[in-house]
């Protein structure tokens, strides 16, 4: 993507956090029903389409959930729900994030013009160029934020103890996690060949050190299949993306349905400009599951920082343990893991506690002992409360894991009390972290990757390319006297056990595909990628086969395209049907096999034309695999029909457009959702398969079958139902339409045809039935529609 020519945001400024508890509770306070302010005339009408998009103000908070076994919300747990309720991506312009006040420009999701084969100058771009994941909630930027570079935290007792002060039981990380996911400013990178370019979007993920929770260990040629336990665990940590997406989708429908004044959104379809928060939830948290696994390195740490306090009575003593832990002790990283990665070492003096001349001394007695890569953070110790005038809220991560946020709801359903998780920190803290942040990121952690791609591209991969390399390479691919097709040759690196030591030619390699990918260097990756994947194959490592296949799929969608039309198809799909047949077959992985081909399907996508066609042919095998839980199955239908909505047609009647697949598919995600009773998700997809057919002329309409309109009529019901939608409901009172004046979706307008004015009525939820003898040209009969 293009990097902003805005100017690096100031450090102390932080919009009001968007679904605050605090507020929820005042305007519960007043009166039991929740207020509605006033609303701006710019945004009069997207608060009446939509009331997923209201303020912080309006957000409805049931008290009770008639046929519900769980506790019901409080307003405290509600903002564990506000990245889905408020319809807000994390990152958003209402979002609160202090890692960075800069806030991206909304940029629409929809697929580019044109075909990801043609041979037009728009399509030998890099999807980056394109504005494709400007949006926090886009696939792309979620791809972007997801593989990026993983620094371990390593902090000594006295740390933490001070950090537990501020209010942090779980110590220096969780201080310092939300602030990686945006770097503040802009940060040059350069490629393999030099060149440099600056990103306002680059992130780091902050991980404890010696957390094993996401440890998956190799398996050896006998364990071919993959072993049950890491199959169970696989299996564990996809229902638990599920049962999050499920709790978010649940407390919707409880805070929605059934009140007195109508704000069930039974008028919104579904979008096409932009990524439903629940899907983007269900990206998030699948890709915040990345497993740390030998076959690839995205999870090994690029740095790990070690921190003690200006409490400590012997800090260089200090220093050198957690050095030396770092290496020897028992939370060391398996010995898979590369242990030469960057140490930064940080030095916390405590503001009000501590005498900063001693700490600058001390400060640089740690430069001198240790080198450059060192900090001096200053930080109060003092917990900041909502109240103070310099205090700002620091919202949970965006990138928790399912199973961390699956705790965190269901301590709330078991807890009386329970405590809003937001946490207030003051702008100088906030400031400090900020600024230490961008220099070690700038400084230290780029430096040194450039620095291990640039070794690593001339010592390994270019001898790797060249004749003797290659030459190498069919030595091990044609050795003779193999007794067994599964035998290993002897002069292969691939260690029975399942892994390739730290040390070897194909582990470097995979860490410098992987770093360049981490860097944005598309072709490099790609490059990297694609020699390896020979070399897997020659050793029956089908678990590094798959991964590899796997993101060279991912480079060559995002790297300007140079192929030929036929060759790039033939590339990709060949390359992405063989990591999805080792992730399933050879390894048993359902995590790899959902990963790998759901971010496939989104980067065909965005490549639009015959891209489209292919992405939605991925998303039938993944249903047919049943991959997926009922929670993403739908949610993945629901992608479907966005696929062929955003598909243009080519001439004045959109020949090659797919409309009345859209609208097909955004009835079987209805069905989905009414049999999962998420009726607001239901009526959405309802809606935009009613657009869609209303789209098409008239004799080729919905309406003229007889079977599909009386199943459409039996789900109108069904979702109507389960909104329970009042009388007054059916008047139009409380959306402020008059009964004489038409209400016309905003998309109607922009047709001029008389027939789809007609057809693009709002729901027959909404609209009031036609009087008698009404024979008006700008009134249809709803029951004519095919929608009952």
Known sequence: MQPHEDAVPSPVQSPPMAASASAIKRSLSSSQQPIRPAASPSLASATIDDPLSRSEFSLPIRTNSVGSNRRPQSSQSASLFRSTILGTPPGSPRDASPASTFRAPHSPARALTGSIFAGTAGFKASLLDTGAGENPGDPLNLILKSFIPHVAIHASPDVDQLVNQKGFQKGLWELLRPFGERVMGKVNVRDSNGVSKAWTDFSVRFSRFGDDSNLVEPGGLEGLNGSDEKKAREDQQLRDVEKVVERHLSFAEEAYRGTIEPQTPTRAGLDVEATSPYYALYLRRLLSGMPLAAHESFSHPVACVMAISSRNPNPIEALHRLYTETREGDKRYPNWVDGEYLRYYILVHDEENSDITKSMTLFESMKRNFGLHCHLLRLRSSESAETDDDSIPLPRSDWMTATEEL?????????????????????????????????????????????????????????????????????????????????????????????????????????????????????????TYDLLRTDFETDKAWRYHAAANEMAAFALLIMPQNMSSKTRIETINQMLERALYSYQIRCNSLYGATRCVILALELLRLRGGTGIDEAVRWGIRVLEMKLMGTIGDALLKERMAICYASKTGAGSQLWGSRRRKSALWSVMGAEAWVAQGKFIQAQRCLNEARKMYSLLPGECGVQSFGMASDFLAYLNDQIKEGLQVVDTYSTGEGLGIDEGEDHVDEEAETFGDEDTRRARRASVMVQPPPTAGEDDEGDTNPGKDGFG
Do not use: C
Not at 454 to 469: D, L, P, Q, T, Y
Not at 495 to 503: H, I, L, S, T
């Open 407 to 527: 705790a965190d709801i269901e301590e709330s359903d078991q807890t009386e009390d329970f405590e809003d998780p937001t946490r207030h920190i003051f702008e100088s803290d906030a400031t400090a972290i900020r600024t230490f942040v961008r220099e070690m990121v700038t400084q230290s952690i780029i430096p040194t990757m450039e620095r291990n791609i640039s070794v690593w591209n001339n010592e390994v991969a270019s001898r790797r390319r060249g004749i003797s390399g290659r030459l190498a390479s069919l030595s091990k691919k044609w050795t003779f006297g193999s007794s067994s097709r599964t035998s290993v040759s002897s002069s292969s690196n691939y260690d029975p056990r399942g892994f390739y030591g730290p040390e070897t030619p194909e582990a470097k390699m995979r860490r410098l595909a992987d770093f360049a990918f981490m860097l944005r260097d598309w072709k490099l990756a790609m490059s």
